[in-house]
């Protein structure tokens, strides 16, 4: 009768299989799972900091308003909300009203805590401050905050998608194909006497630089969506470095430019109506737009005003297209004031503003998803190619 086997399992063998299993699922969780997670997180955060801001920036308008119609002064509403310790109101806020507490007033407060609120925003709630009314301002800085609900959805749709699928995807794949597929296929061809296609020779050859040139698109729209989502102002010093680039970007974006000229009409109007001179409304209006171009422009429009130029003829050094000029006129002439006179016009620039950046948003990355469509389709033919002169190669043995 044959002996049975001895199948009694080590203990030592289970300990050291165990302790592998861990180790493995360590190695995994440390150099896959962890940093997949962190750069999805790094997504979230970027992809929520603009609309983040934009809800701080509205409670704390929200709060203002809120005091302004008690009859308090926008000073005691955040101390007392600060108050309450509430965590979800954030540092900056609470920063805010530690300032307050300690007998700075609230301009010199806000300039203490510049990450609370955007610059724009910051600007027109100084001007209201300036002209001692900040309810005249906060229709303006509310029009403001609707800006980040449709850059927001731009990169939803179109550049997170490009950066953080499409790019990584495309980027990894043509570069395996390319170090480790393409020369396997070009050593059976020369094995069986099948001359290799072109494509197929240039993929080899031009690897690296078919991937510098992917690296570089990638790049180009990782800093495309940074921007998009005003991720700069993450680093001060990188912010403030480029401002000289980027404002002249914004400004010569269509939608963008709008977005500028809608602030200054409506803080110009704001100012205007309540009294202050021209050439100082004019100052302060284009400090509301936070944009270097515009400000260099109305600053030369402050000097032909001081010089006697009219009003309506010195906006037409900050408006090319006339047409601010032409409101104006028409508001002067109206008994409503110049705001109320020109608020259709806002909301016409706001609404091109808003089409525009839509219609951009989707024609450069159709024409990415084109690009990046022909150069599979390129490489597709190449491999199918080769296939095709292995099979008659075959078909002829």
């Not at 705001?339 to 024609?363: P, Y």
Request: proline share 4%.
């Amino acid at each position: 009768m044959p002996r049975l086997e001895d199948k009694t399992i080590n203990p030592v063998d289970s300990i050291i299989n165990l302790v592998l299993f861990v180790l493995a699922i360590l190695v995994w969780l440390v150099f896959w799972f962890g940093p997949y997670c962190g750069i999805l997180w790094l997504g979230y955060y970027l992809l929520t900091l603009r609309m983040r801001r934009r809800e701080r920036a509205r409670f704390l308008l929200d709060l203002v308003e809120v005091g302004l119609k008690q009859g308090r002064r926008p000073e005691d509403t955040i101390i007392s909300v600060s108050n309450r310790r509430d965590s979800a109101l954030g540092v900056h806020f609470h920063l805010l009203a530690y300032y307050l507490k300690d007998g700075l007033s609230i301009r010199e407060a806000l300039v203490k805590v510049p990450r609370l609120l955007p610059p724009q925003l910051l600007a027109m709630l100084q001007a209201g401050l300036q002209i001692g009314d900040v309810g005249k301002v906060l229709p303006a800085c509310n029009q403001l905050l609707k800006d980040a609900v449709s850059q927001t959805r731009g990169a939803v749709n179109y550049l997170i998608l490009m950066a953080f699928v499409a790019f990584p995807v495309n980027l990894w794949l043509v570069t395996t194909l390319q170090i480790y597929v393409f020369p396997q296929f070009l050593s059976v061809s020369n094995s069986m006497g099948v001359s290799a296609p072109t494509g197929l020779l240039f993929l080899i050859h031009h690897r690296w630089l078919i991937f510098a040139i992917q690296f570089l698109m990638f790049l180009v729209v990782w800093c495309a969506a940074l921007i998009y989502m005003d991720g700069l102002r993450l680093f001060g010093g990188l912010d403030r470095a480029l401002a000289p680039v980027t404002h002249r970007i914004i400004y010569a974006l269509p939608w963008r430019r709008k977005r500028l000229q809608r602030d200054f009409s409506a803080m110009l109007a704001i100012l205007i109506d309540a009294g202050m001179p021209e050439p100082e409304a004019l100052s302060a209006a284009a400090d509301c737009t936070a944009n270097q171009i515009f400000r260099r422009r109305a600053q030369i429009a402050v000097d032909h005003l001081r010089q006697g130029m009219k009003l309506t003829d010195a906006v037409q050094l900050v408006d090319d297209t006339g047409e601010f000029a032409w409101r104006l006129k028409t508001a002067m002439q109206s008994q409503g004031g110049f705001f109320r006179a020109i608020a259709g016009w806002n909301e016409s620039l706001d609404a091109k503003a808003f089409q525009q950046e839509q219609a951009t948003a989707q024609s450069v990355t159709t024409g990415i998803v084109l690009l990046n469509g022909a150069l599979v389709g390129f490489i597709v033919v190449s491999i199918f190619s080769v296939l095709i002169s292995i099979i008659n190669e075959g078909l002829l043995w």
